[in-house]
Nanobody, 115 residues
């Protein structure tokens, strides 16, 4: 069982920055694929970015060049640095962990970007 706890969400003006953190429990963090997803009201949950155990990353086109995902295996933590935020980035952001064929989710953290 993996437990994920997100933090760092909040309200920010357009053009601002936020850094999300996700702390994971368990001893398998280092070999898991970690990701950030988001879900805006009335929309489906979508992948924002993910990072595999070796450090390779993948981003949604909508956030490329603005968001950066990173991980600290010593701290069992994954981060999402979000710069140049836009109102359309407003959503609940969820941390995910994929390991041994199973996906685990955090409870989500709200990010609101005002015009």
């Amino acid at each position: 069982q993996v437990q994920l706890v997100e933090s760092g969400g909040g309200l920010v003006q357009a053009g601002g920055s936020l850094r999300l953190s996700c702390a994971a429990s368990g001893s398998l963090f280092g070999i898991s694929t970690m990701g950030w997803y988001r879900q805006a009201p009335g929309k489906q949950r979508e992948l924002v970015a993910h990072i595999i155990s070796g450090g390779s990353t993948n981003y949604a086109d909508s956030v490329k060049g603005r968001f950066t995902i990173s991980r600290d295996n010593a701290k069992n933590t994954v981060y999402l640095q979000m710069n140049s935020l836009k109102p359309e980035d407003t959503a609940v952001y969820y941390c995910s962990s994929f390991i041994h064929g199973r996906m685990y989710w955090g409870q989500g953290t709200q990010v609101t970007v005002s015009p």
